[in-house]
């Protein structure tokens, strides 16, 4: 019954991840970031949640692999002693038996003789009374002896015989605790192949979210490098190489990280071949690593916040103010990815959400709780220099 729950729960579990990826992969780029941090974050608390499960079974598996080769050595040792046992049996069988047969040929001896029925004829037969009273003697202790030695075996032989049953009924046992103790450990690795077999299927669909947001992430750079690869102009060759070293260290992929860095080295090698014959003149396009015209202005009441862990862009929030910092800003207003400058605090990117942050509302990140407290609640002005993929 419990296999059957638990079942049910994992594909209801997995066809509603199927059905989530399905929704991630025709979302827009900023709503798939958001999406598929969100899964991979449930996604990790079920690979802890399983990994902690199946290190439980690991623990009951050696426990029972340990009962099981205990089991095994005292059933060898157990047929190890009925076998001597019955050895021992055979040998008190023979030694009975021999004794019998010289107990019997004695006695027959005797009867031929007649001297144990007959005393008239021990007594003529003897030399003088010390002769007879020897033999009378030597004959009684004789008999009493054969007596004596033949219950003995008797009695070591039924000790013998009391051995072999509770040693067979102790073999017994330990075939039956064998048995069950296989089958308890045959559940329990049916159990860990069943999780495992989720486990599998939780890690497949979370490389699937981490390509999502390697995907989104090279939307995100995507501009910067275009420009960099067409651009001529010192003005746009000098705005994506910034963008890109600021958007440099917030980037989780390798791969993203890898051409984000070619394409900053290309971009410098660019700007200082086009600075070469205009050392001292102006260059393509004027103001050399000056602010983008603004393509919105708001005015927005300001809060701040800090230790967050990760943002619904996917990308750890930053407060460098000499480079590009984390906001926070309601999407229906500025949209995910939008570049922003705000005057007091730098170039930023809107790269996350909250629950308070509505409307005319912003929440700029920062480094420390003191650097919030220290804030507060401000009006500032925030321009839109490029939005989600521009640069």
């Not at 300001?302 to 930053?318: F, V």
């Amino acid at each position: 019954m419990h296999k059957k729950i638990l079942a049910v729960c994992i594909s209801l579990t997995i066809v509603m991840n199927q059905v989530f990826v399905a929704t991630v992969a025709n979302a827009a780029p900023s709503e798939a970031i958001e999406s598929s941090n969100t899964q991979i974050k449930e996604l990790d608390k079920q690979i802890v949640d399983l990994n902690a499960q199946m290190s439980t079974l690991n623990t009951e598996i050696n426990k029972l692999n340990d009962t099981l080769n205990q089991n095994s050595t005292e059933i060898k040792n157990t047929e190890l002693k009925i076998k001597d046992t019955e050895v021992k049996i055979s040998e008190t069988k023979n030694n009975i038996s021999e004794k019998e047969n010289i107990l019997g040929d004695r006695l027959r001896g005797m009867y031929k003789s007649d001297t144990s029925s007959n005393p008239l004829l021990l007594v003529l037969s003897s030399e003088n009374f010390s002769d007879l009273l020897n033999k009378s003697e030597a004959m009684v202790r004789i008999i009493a002896f054969d007596k004596k030695f033949i219950s003995e075996l008797d009695a070591e032989k039924e000790n013998l015989n009391n051995q072999i049953t509770d040693l067979n009924k102790k073999e017994t046992e330990l075939n039956e605790l064998k048995s069950s103790t296989e089958q308890s450990l045959k559940e329990v690795k049916d159990k860990q192949s069943e999780k495992q077999g989720v486990l599998d299927k939780f890690n497949e669909e979370k490389k699937h979210y981490l390509s999502i947001i390697e995907e989104n992430e090279n939307s995100l750079i995507s501009h910067s490098v275009s420009v960099i690869n067409s651009s001529n102009s010192i003005d746009e060759l000098n705005n994506a190489v910034t963008t890109l070293k600021q958007l440099l260290p917030s980037l989780s992929a390798s791969s993203v990280k890898n051409k984000a860095q070619e394409a900053i080295n290309t971009g410098t090698s660019k700007i200082s071949k086009l600075q070469t014959p205009n050392s001292s003149g102006s260059s393509n396009g004027g103001n050399s690593g000056g602010i983008t015209p603004a393509k919105k202005t708001y005015t927005m009441d300001a809060t701040a916040y800090c230790d967050g862990l990760i943002t619904s862009s996917g990308i750890p929030p930053r407060r460098d103010p000499s480079g590009l910092s984390t906001v926070a800003v309601d999407t229906s207003v500025i949209p995910l990815g939008s570049k922003l400058y705000i005057p007091g605090y730098g170039l930023a990117i809107a790269a996350d959400i909250g629950g308070a942050i509505k409307g005319m509302r912003i929440d700029l990140y920062m480094n420390s709780e003191s650097e919030c407290n220290s804030f507060g609640r401000q009006s500032v002005t925030v321009q839109v220099l490029a939005y989600d993929g521009e640069w």
